[in-house]
C-alpha cells in the first residue's frame, strides 16, 4: 500500500509534535540551543543622508555600531555598483541578542509566524516601522524606518563549522529543527508560533 504525499506530511507532523524537546535538553547539555545572535537589517539602495539615517536607527535600537553592506552587483536599472553602500546592519550575541529579542516580539504582541523558521535553526521576521518598538521614540530628523530582524538558535559545539584552524563538518542532526526552534522560542521568550499574524492596534 503506498502512502499518499498527505498522508505522510501528517505523519511527520504527529512525530514532531510527539517529541519531548525538555526532556533532551536536560539529558544532554550539549544538545540544549541557545540563542547565538540576532541581525538587524536595512536595505536603503543608496549611500548619502538616506543611509546614515538607517544606520543612527540601528545604533539607537541596539546601543552597538552599525557596518554599512556593501553591493555585490553592478545593475544599472538601479544604479548600482559592486563596492556601493546600499544598506545598513548590526549583530548582536548572546545576552544582547536576547535582550533585544524579547524588545523586538513585542512588537507583533509576542507572535512569530510559523513560516518564519527553517531546519537549521534560522527565523526571521520584519518591523515595518521602527518607533513601535519600545524605548524607542519618533525624530522628525530620521523618519520612520522599516527593518528586517533575523535570528539564529544554534547547540554548543557549532564553532567547529567556522573556527578557521581545523574546520569540521557538523551532523545534520546537530542542526536545530523547525519544531525544535519554536519551542525553543515558546519557552525562553514567552512567544507564540501562529500561522497568521492578527495585530491588535490600541
Known amino acids: 500500500m503506498v502512502m499518499s504525499s498527505k498522508t505522510k506530511t501528517k505523519t511527520k507532523t504527529k512525530k514532531q509534535k510527539s517529541i519531548n524537546y525538555d526532556e533532551i535538553w ?3 547539555p550539549m544538545k540544549k540551543p541557545f540563542l547565538e545572535k540576532v541581525v538587524l537589517n536595512i536595505g536603503v539602495g543608496a549611500g548619502g543622508e538616506e543611509l546614515e539615517r538607517a544606520v543612527t536607527v540601528l545604533e539607537t535600537i541596539s546601543g552597538m555600531q552599525a ?4 553591493s555585490r552587483l553592478n545593475i544599472k536599472e538601479f544604479n548600482l555598483r559592486i563596492g556601493r553602500p546600499i544598506g545598513t546592519k548590526v549583530t548582536l550575541r548572546r545576552k544582547n541578542a536576547e535582550k ?3 524588545r523586538l516580539l513585542i512588537v507583533n504582541n509576542n507572535r512569530i ?3 518564519s523558521f527553517d531546519n ?3 527565523f526571521g521576521f520584519g518591523i515595518s516601522e521602527h518607533i513601535s518598538i519600545p524605548g524607542v521614540e519618533y525624530d522628525a530628523d530620521i523618519g520612520i524606518w522599516g527593518l528586517d530582524v533575523s535570528g539564529r538558535i544554534v547547540r554548543p559545539g557549532m564553532r567547529v563549522k567556522c573556527r578557521r584552524a581545523r574546520r569540521a563538518k557538523i551532523s545534520k542532526h546537530h542542526y536545530v529543527s523547525r519544531g525544535e526552534a519554536q519551542h525553543f522560542l515558546e519557552k525562553k521568550f514567552d512567544a507564540q508560533v501562529v500561522k497568521k499574524l492578527d495585530l491588535d492596534f490600541i
Request: zero cysteines; aromatic letters at 6%; glycine letters at 6%.
Open 26 to 28: 536536560e539529558s544532554n
Open 67 to 70: 557596518i554599512k553592506t556593501l
Open 100 to 102: 533585544l529579542l524579547k
Open 113 to 115: 509566524l510559523r513560516r
Open 120 to 122: 537549521y535553526g534560522n
